[in-house]
């Protein structure tokens, strides 16, 4: 997804920001998505560990792309 996006900002189809914009979408995504895993496949306190840390990944990376946004 983050490739065929590049392609598109390159050939002027759109906007180097929606670019951007899609890719950190994409990478938050991901980051939740680890969450998820470690509560499937993990044990208790991998879960736990993984909430906290990949959550605040997740609430920092969130703030930054609206504060980017906003500028």
């Known amino acids: 997804m983050?490739?065929?996006?590049?392609?598109?900002?390159?050939?002027?189809?759109?906007?180097c920001a929606?670019?951007?914009?899609?890719?950190?979408?994409?990478?938050?995504?991901?980051?939740i998505n680890k969450i998820l895993l470690s509560k499937i496949s993990g044990s208790p306190s991998l879960f736990t560990l993984a909430k906290k840390s990949f959550g605040i990944i997740t609430v920092i990376?969130?703030?930054?792309?609206?504060?980017w946004n906003l500028v």
Do not use: D, F
């Open 18 to 31: 929606t670019a951007a914009n899609t890719a950190v979408l994409a990478s938050l995504i991901s980051t």
């Open 2 to 15: 983050i490739v065929s996006v590049t392609l598109l900002a390159v050939s002027g189809n759109i906007s």
């Open 61 to 67: 990376g969130t703030l930054a792309l609206l504060l």
